[in-house]
């Protein structure tokens, strides 16, 4: 049997399984959106890595981020781009057009495991928020476009 934690967004509570670094709408994502095996290509998921932590960079030196928050959201992102948490992003390459889906699935597993580089949880009581901290000054419109962009550059 797997072990799952309760999650709530504004949709509504979900199960997640707890043994996973992602949340509430990576997991809405997988149940509802099972269209295609193929999964989001490495390159896209280590550049979406990048921008996420120039982002908790960016928004620490503006003032907009604690210092705590964003040296753990960094950490996490680092992680990621190691290839530490690879089975963490298992959303299918095809999914809406402004990469929300794999947007969120960064933001959640980046928080999650920022909360426990911090001394807390994955889940609601985690320290870090996925859309509050992670996304903050971001959105999907353009978190996805500069993230293929990255990726296109690093590939040539």
């Known amino acids: ?4 934690r309760r999650e709530k967004d504004s949709m509504g509570a979900i199960e997640v399984p707890a043994d996973k670094l992602w949340g509430a709408q990576t997991q809405r994502s997988l149940e509802h959106f099972r269209i295609s095996t193929e999964k989001m290509p490495v390159s896209l998921i280590h550049a979406l890595a990048l921008t996420k932590r120039a982002a908790a960079k960016v928004n620490q030196d503006l003032g907009l981020l604690a210092a705590e928050k964003a040296s ?3 950490q996490a992102a680092d ?5 530490k948490h690879a089975d ?9 057009g402004s990469g929300t889906q794999s947007n969120m699935n960064m933001n959640e597993v980046l928080a999650n495991r920022a909360s426990e580089i911090l ?8 320290k870090v928020h996925p859309n509050d901290d992670v996304n903050k000054s ?3 419109n353009d ?6 962009h990255v990726a296109a550059l690093l590939a040539l």
Do not use: K, N
Not at 1 to 4: E, G, K
Not at 79 to 83: D, M, Q, R, T, Y
Not at 88 to 96: D, G, K, R, V, Y
Not at 119 to 126: D, H, L, P, S, T
């Open 143 to 148: 978190v996805f476009p500069t993230a293929m």
């Open 138 to 140: 971001q959105s999907s």
């Open 1 to 4: 049997m797997v072990t799952v």
């Open 88 to 96: 963490e992003f298992p959303l299918a390459i095809w999914q809406t």
């Open 72 to 74: 753990a959201i960094i």
């Open 79 to 83: 992680e990621v781009l190691a290839g």
């Open 119 to 126: 001394g807390g949880v994955r889940g609601m009581e985690r």
